[in-house]
C-alpha cells in the first residue's frame, strides 16, 4: 500500500534502506498459514466428542495435543444409560474443568405427558449447574422416537418448544443432529465413500434407500430449518456440517438463512475432502468465507470395553490428518475416497476461529 499511495517518497528512499526494511517486515510478519509442526502449539478445541468411559486415555491425549474437548452426551442405545455417561462428564468436569467440557441431553421418555416438558427444562437446568455448556436433541427425534399415536416426532413439534424457548431464554446453545448423511438414502453404488458404503451395507436396517416408508432426507431438513426459523435467537449447533455434509452450497444457503446458527464438522470431513478433490478452491473459500460460523469436531468416542492404546493412537492420527487437510497444503490420499487429496492451506486467523475461537464464543459466552 505504502508503495501505491507514496510513490514519490519510496523512489527518493536510498534502495538499501528499502531492503532492510523489507527484511525487517519479513522477520517480524507471521507467515500466513500454519504447518504440520505447529499442530502441537496451537489451542485447540474438539467440539464433538463422545468420553463414555472413566479412564485418564482420553483427556491425556487431548493434553497431548493441546486439545479442550467438548463431551457430548446423547440418548443413543448403543452408549452408555445417560446417567452413567452424565457420571463420567460430572468427574471430568471436576477433575480438569479447563479441558474437559460436555453437553447434556434429555430423554423423550414421557413425550406428550403432563409436565414432560417441565421435567426435562429441570434436568437441564440441574445439568448446567454442573458444568453443561449446550443441550444435544439427537437423529431420535424424527427417525425413531413417536408419540402417543404411533406417528414419528419431528423436531419441529410443538411439544418440543418449551425446551427451545428456554434455552434461548438461558442462553445455552442447542447440538442438534438430525437425519444422517446424504448417501444413507442413495443406492450402495451412487454413494461418495467407502465408510458410508461399507457401514450401510452391513446394517441394511438403517440404510434408508431401503426404506421408504421412512421420512426422506429432504423432509426432515425441512422439518429442521422450520424449528431454527421459529426460535431465531436459540444459539442454534448444526451438528455433522448440519446434515449438510454433501454441498458447500447447501451448507451456505442454510448458514445464511439462519444468522443464529453455526455448524461444525464432525464425522463428516471425508465427504468435504470429496468435494475438495473436484473443487478445492470452491471449498477453501467456504471455510473462508463462514470462518465465523464453523467449528471443528470429530465424533470420537471412547466406549467401555474398547482398547484405550489403541484409541489414544486412533485420536492423534485423526486430529493430525484434519490439521494437515485444514491448515496446510500437504497431499495425502485419504482411502475413503480413493483419491489424493491436497489440504486447504487456510489463513491462520480462519484457523483459529475454527479450531478455537469460534467454540469459546458460542458455549463459553455466557460465562
Request: aromatic letters at 12%; one cysteine or more; hydrophobic letters at 45%.
Given at each position: 500500500?505504502?508503495?501505491?499511495?507514496?510513490?514519490?517518497?519510496?523512489?527518493?528512499?536510498?534502495?538499501?534502506?528499502?531492503?532492510?526494511?523489507a527484511l525487517s517486515a519479513c522477520a517480524t510478519t507471521p507467515?500466513?498459514?500454519?504447518?504440520?509442526?505447529?499442530?502441537?502449539?496451537?489451542?485447540?478445541?474438539?467440539?464433538?466428542?463422545?468420553?463414555?468411559?472413566?479412564?485418564?486415555?482420553?483427556?491425556?491425549?487431548?493434553?497431548?495435543?493441546?486439545?479442550?474437548?467438548?463431551?457430548?452426551?446423547?440418548?443413543?442405545?448403543?452408549?452408555?444409560?445417560?446417567?452413567?455417561?452424565?457420571?463420567?462428564?460430572?468427574?471430568?468436569?471436576?477433575?480438569?474443568?479447563?479441558?474437559?467440557?460436555?453437553?447434556t441431553t434429555f430423554s423423550m421418555q414421557g413425550f406428550g405427558?403432563?409436565?414432560?416438558?417441565?421435567?426435562?427444562?429441570?434436568?437441564?437446568?440441574?445439568?448446567?449447574?454442573?458444568?453443561?455448556?449446550?443441550?444435544?436433541?439427537?437423529?431420535?427425534?424424527?427417525?425413531?422416537?413417536?408419540?402417543?399415536?404411533?406417528?414419528?416426532?419431528?423436531?419441529?413439534?410443538?411439544?418440543?418448544?418449551?425446551?427451545?424457548?428456554?434455552?434461548?431464554?438461558?442462553?445455552?446453545?442447542?447440538?442438534?443432529?438430525?437425519?444422517?448423511?446424504?448417501?444413507?438414502?442413495?443406492?450402495?453404488?451412487?454413494?461418495?465413500?467407502?465408510?458410508?458404503?461399507?457401514?450401510?451395507?452391513?446394517?441394511?436396517?438403517?440404510?434408508?434407500?431401503?426404506?421408504?416408508?421412512?421420512?426422506?432426507?429432504?423432509?426432515?431438513?425441512?422439518?429442521?430449518?422450520?424449528?431454527?426459523?421459529?426460535?431465531?435467537?436459540?444459539?442454534?449447533?448444526?451438528?455433522?456440517?448440519?446434515?449438510?455434509?454433501?454441498?458447500?452450497?447447501?451448507?451456505?444457503k442454510f448458514l445464511d438463512a439462519h444468522p443464529n446458527a453455526?455448524?461444525?464438522?464432525?464425522?463428516?470431513?471425508?465427504?468435504?475432502?470429496?468435494?475438495?478433490?473436484?473443487?478445492?478452491?470452491?471449498?477453501?473459500?467456504?471455510?473462508?468465507?463462514?470462518?465465523?460460523?464453523?467449528?471443528?469436531?470429530?465424533?470420537?468416542?471412547?466406549?467401555?470395553?474398547?482398547?484405550?492404546?489403541?484409541?489414544?493412537?486412533?485420536?492423534?492420527?485423526?486430529?493430525?490428518?484434519?490439521?494437515?487437510?485444514?491448515?496446510?497444503?500437504?497431499?495425502?490420499?485419504?482411502?475413503?475416497?480413493?483419491?489424493?487429496?491436497?489440504?486447504?492451506?487456510?489463513?491462520?486467523?480462519?484457523?483459529?476461529?475454527?479450531?478455537?475461537?469460534?467454540?469459546?464464543?458460542?458455549?463459553?459466552?455466557?460465562?
Open positions: 500500500m505504502i508503495f501505491n499511495t507514496r510513490w514519490s517518497v519510496v523512489r527518493a528512499t536510498p534502495f538499501a534502506v528499502l531492503a532492510g526494511l507467515p500466513a498459514g500454519y504447518t504440520a509442526s505447529d499442530f502441537a502449539s496451537v489451542r485447540k478445541i474438539d467440539s464433538h466428542v463422545h468420553v463414555n468411559l472413566q479412564d485418564d486415555a482420553f483427556v491425556d491425549q487431548a493434553a497431548a495435543d493441546n486439545f479442550e474437548i467438548l463431551s457430548i452426551n446423547v440418548d443413543y442405545p448403543a452408549f452408555p444409560s445417560l446417567a452413567d455417561q452424565q457420571q463420567v462428564a460430572h468427574h471430568y468436569a471436576a477433575a480438569d474443568p479447563q479441558r474437559f467440557h460436555f453437553a405427558q403432563a409436565g414432560w416438558a417441565e421435567r426435562a427444562n429441570a434436568a437441564i437446568d440441574a445439568e448446567v449447574a454442573r458444568g453443561a455448556v449446550a443441550v444435544k436433541v439427537w437423529k431420535n427425534v424424527g427417525m425413531v422416537e413417536r408419540d402417543a399415536s404411533g406417528q414419528l416426532i419431528f423436531i419441529d413439534d410443538a411439544g418440543l418448544n418449551p425446551i427451545f424457548s428456554h434455552l434461548a431464554a438461558t442462553g445455552v446453545p442447542l447440538i442438534a443432529h438430525q437425519g444422517e448423511p446424504y448417501n444413507c438414502w442413495l443406492p450402495l453404488d451412487q454413494m461418495t465413500t467407502d465408510n458410508d458404503r461399507a457401514y450401510f451395507s452391513a446394517h441394511p436396517e438403517y440404510h434408508m434407500y431401503l426404506h421408504p416408508e421412512m421420512p426422506r432426507y429432504e423432509y426432515l431438513m425441512a422439518r429442521r430449518d422450520t424449528m431454527v426459523s421459529r426460535n431465531p435467537t436459540l444459539k442454534f449447533v448444526g451438528a455433522h456440517m448440519a446434515s449438510l455434509e454433501w454441498s458447500v452450497d447447501e451448507m451456505s453455526v455448524i461444525e464438522t464432525a464425522a463428516r470431513m471425508t465427504q468435504i475432502q470429496y468435494q475438495s478433490v473436484r473443487d478445492r478452491r470452491k471449498v477453501r473459500d467456504f471455510f473462508i468465507k463462514y470462518q465465523d460460523r464453523i467449528l471443528y469436531g470429530t465424533d470420537l468416542t471412547l466406549n467401555p470395553g474398547e482398547d484405550v492404546a489403541a484409541f489414544r493412537q486412533s485420536a492423534h492420527e485423526v486430529w493430525t490428518n484434519d490439521w494437515a487437510y485444514l491448515a496446510t497444503d500437504a497431499m495425502r490420499h485419504v482411502d475413503d475416497i480413493d483419491a489424493d487429496v491436497t489440504g486447504l492451506a487456510l489463513p491462520r486467523s480462519v484457523i483459529d476461529k475454527i479450531y478455537y475461537a469460534n467454540a469459546q464464543r458460542e458455549f463459553f459466552s455466557r460465562r
